[in-house]
C-alpha cells in the first residue's frame, strides 16, 4: 500500500503540472472563457492511470486497457459537445489528457524518471506553442516538401541498401554512401533551420556563424558578393568568412566522431590549432569593431536547403568519387597519394574527405596518423580555397584581412600536420 499511495502522489504532482500549464495557456489566450481543463482535472487523470494500472496487476489484467478505452470515450464526447459552443475544441489538451492517463501506468510500473521526463519535455512543448507557429511560418512549403521528402526516402532507401563493398578497390558501399549522406544534410539542416530561426536582420555576423553550419561555400560568395557592393562592410564581411571557415573546422570534427571517436581524439590538438587564428580574429573583431546590434544591412541568403534530394544525390556521387580517389591514390602511391587525394579533395569539399578518412582509419585502411595528416591537409586546402574566393570576388578591404586570417589558417594545419 505505501507504494501505490506513493505512485499517486508522484503521478497526481506530474498530471498537476501538465494542468497548470494547460489552465494558464487558456486563460491568456481567452480570460473570458472558463479552462477546458486545469490542475485539479490533469491530476486526477494521472491518479486514474495508476490506480487502474494497480487494479490490472492485481485483479484484472485488462483493467488499464478498459480505463484508456473509457477515457478515450469520455474526452471524445466532452470534446464533441464543446465543439457545439467553441471554435477551439481543444483538441491538444484531449491529447495531453490521453498522455497524462498513461504516464500515471508508467509511474506505478517503476518508470517514474522516464515520467519525469516526458512530462517536461510536454510541457516545454506545450509552453512553446506561440514559438512553434512563428517558427513555422518562417519556413516556405518547397522546404517542408523537401524535408518531408528526403525523410520518407530515407526511411524506405537506408535499410533496404546492401552493406558491402562493390566496384574498384572496393571504395563503393552503398549503405556507407547514403549514411554520410543522412549526416551531412542532418547537420546542414540544422544550420539553415538556425538562419531561418535568427534570420540575417541581426547582422553579418550572426550570418556568418551560422552560415557555416550550412554551407561555408556559399557564405564565402554571398560575403564577397556584399562587400564589393557596399565596401564599407568589408570589415565585418571578412569576419562572417573567418567564422563560416572557422565553425566549418567544428562541424568537421562532429562528423568525423560519429564516425570514428578514436580519429577525432587524435585530430583534436591539429584541429583547434588550425582554428586558432579565426578564433583570435573573431575575439579582436568582437572587441574592437563589431557593434552586437547589427547595424550594417545583412545580404541575402545564398544557402539552400540540405535536404533537398538533388542535394543529396549530388553529394552521395561526389563522396563515392573521393573514397575512390583516395584509395586509388593509397594503392598506387602510397602516403603521397593519400595526401594528394585529401588535398584536391578538400579544394572542393571538406565534408566527403573527412568521412571517407574517418571510415578508412575505422576499418584500418589508414592508420591514425595517416588519417590526421590527410584530414588536416584537406582543412588547409579547403582555407586556400576560400581565400582565393575572397581575392577574386570581395572587395579590397575584405580581400587583405580573409587572405592574411585564411592564410595564418593554412600554415597552422600545415604545422599541425608536420608536427603531428
Known amino acids: ?85 467553441d471554435r477551439d475544441i481543444g483538441l491538444t489538451t484531449g491529447a495531453v489528457g490521453l498522455a497524462t492517463y498513461l504516464l500515471g501506468g508508467l509511474v506505478w510500473h517503476g518508470q517514474s524518471k522516464a515520467a519525469v521526463v ?21 519556413f516556405s512549403r518547397a522546404d517542408v516538401y523537401q ?40 547537420l546542414g539542416f540544422a544550420g539553415y533551420v538556425a538562419v531561418r530561426i535568427f534570420g540575417e536582420d541581426r547582422g553579418i555576423a550572426m550570418t556568418g556563424l551560422l552560415g557555416g553550419l550550412a554551407s561555408s561555400t556559399a557564405t564565402t560568395l554571398a560575403m564577397s558578393r556584399q562587400s564589393r557592393a557596399w565596401p564599407e562592410t568589408g570589415r565585418v564581411c571578412a569576419l562572417a568568412v573567418v567564422l563560416a571557415c572557422t565553425v566549418m573546422l567544428g562541424r568537421v570534427a562532429v562528423l568525423v566522431g560519429a564516425v570514428s571517436p578514436s580519429l577525432l581524439a587524435r585530430a583534436s590538438p ?34 539552400r536547403n540540405p535536404l ?53 582509419q575505422k576499418s584500418g585502411s589508414v592508420t591514425a596518423e595517416q588519417a590526421v595528416r590527410a584530414l588536416l591537409v584537406a582543412a588547409g586546402a579547403n582555407s586556400l580555397l576560400k581565400a582565393g574566393m575572397a581575392v577574386a570576388l570581395g572587395g579590397p578591404s575584405m580581400r587583405r584581412t580573409v587572405v592574411f586570417v585564411l592564410g595564418a589558417t593554412t600554415a597552422c594545419a600545415a604545422g599541425a600536420a608536420w608536427l603531428l
Not at 594528394?340 to 579544394?347: C, N, V
Request: charged share 10%; with cysteine.
Open 1 to 85: 500500500m505505501p507504494d501505490l499511495l506513493k505512485a499517486l502522489l508522484v503521478s497526481a504532482s506530474l498530471g498537476a503540472l501538465l494542468g497548470l500549464e494547460r489552465q494558464w495557456s487558456g486563460q491568456r489566450e481567452n480570460p473570458a472563457s472558463d479552462t477546458l481543463a486545469g490542475a485539479r482535472t490533469f491530476a486526477l487523470w494521472a491518479a486514474l492511470g495508476t490506480l487502474c494500472a494497480w487494479f490490472a496487476e492485481q485483479h484484472q489484467a485488462g483493467f488499464f486497457l478498459a480505463g484508456f478505452a473509457g477515457m478515450n470515450v469520455f474526452l471524445a464526447l466532452f470534446l464533441y459537445r464543446r465543439a457545439a459552443h
Open 118 to 138: 516526458i512530462t517536461v519535455t510536454m510541457v516545454v512543448l506545450l509552453a512553446s506553442k506561440e514559438w512553434v507557429h512563428r517558427l513555422s511560418r518562417k
Open 147 to 186: 524535408a518531408l521528402q528526403f525523410a520518407a526516402v530515407t526511411g524506405i532507401v537506408l535499410p533496404l541498401v546492401p552493406d558491402h563493398p562493390y566496384g574498384p578497390y572496393g571504395a563503393f558501399n552503398p549503405f556507407k554512401i547514403w549514411l554520410m549522406v543522412v549526416l551531412v544534410s542532418g
Open 270 to 303: 591539429g584541429l583547434i590549432l588550425t582554428a586558432l587564428p579565426g578564433l583570435l580574429f573573431a575575439a579582436w573583431s568582437w572587441r574592437h569593431f563589431l557593434r552586437p546590434s547589427g547595424s550594417v544591412p545583412a545580404p541575402p541568403s545564398e544557402v
Open 308 to 360: 533537398s534530394l538533388r542535394m543529396a544525390l549530388q553529394f552521395a556521387i561526389l563522396y563515392a568519387l573521393v573514397v575512390l580517389l583516395v584509395r586509388w591514390a593509397q594503392a598506387g602511391f602510397g602516403g603521397a597519394g593519400l595526401y594528394a587525394a585529401s588535398f584536391f579533395s578538400g579544394l572542393t569539399d571538406l565534408d566527403a574527405i573527412s568521412l571517407s578518412l574517418a571510415q578508412m
